[in-house]
Structures are given as structure tokens and as C-alpha cells.
């Protein structure tokens, strides 16, 4: 008997960190290169960027944006803060 092949789901949990400028950007991305983290964090995927303008208002509604585009796509997007 044959069984039906189930779609698969995007299960890997993603967290996105918006900066206010390059300075942060790179501090989270040298911290995400560490050994050590590496393999803790090897289950999640975390995407770090700098944000369009640095008023602290603008980086909440820039996140929102990004995690309402990412719902269309059916890609889950963790929100921290």
C-alpha cells in the first residue's frame, strides 16, 4: 500500500534583530560567529540587519512589517524585545 507524502512545514524557528546602525549589526554578527554559539543556535536561524532609520519607533514598525511579510510567505518569524 502506498502512502501520500505529508508537505512539509518550515519547522526551524527564525529570529530577526534589527540594529539601529552597522556598529550593532556587526556585534551580533561577530557574537553569532562564535564556536561555542554556533552550536547552540544551530536550530535556530537568526537573521540580523540594519534598520532604514535609527528612531526607535521607526525599527518597531520596520520589524512589524517584516514579520507581517513573512506570515504571506508562511515562514514563522520570532519576535524578541
Given at each position: 500500500m502506498r502512502?501520500?507524502?505529508r508537505e512539509q512545514k518550515y519547522t526551524q524557528p527564525r529570529i530577526l534583530i534589527i540594529c539601529e546602525g552597522e556598529t550593532e549589526?556587526?556585534?551580533f554578527k561577530g557574537i553569532l560567529q562564535d564556536a561555542d554559539?554556533?552550536?547552540?543556535l544551530s536550530a535556530i536561524?537568526?537573521?540580523?540587519?540594519?534598520?532604514?532609520?535609527?528612531?526607535?519607533?521607526?525599527?518597531?514598525?520596520e520589524a512589524i512589517k517584516k514579520r507581517a511579510a513573512e506570515k504571506k510567505k508562511a515562514?514563522?518569524?520570532s519576535m524578541y524585545g
Open positions: 502512502r501520500h507524502k549589526e556587526q556585534y554559539l554556533k552550536k547552540q536561524r537568526v537573521s540580523v540587519i540594519t534598520g532604514k532609520d535609527s528612531s526607535p519607533l521607526k525599527l518597531v514598525k515562514i514563522p518569524l
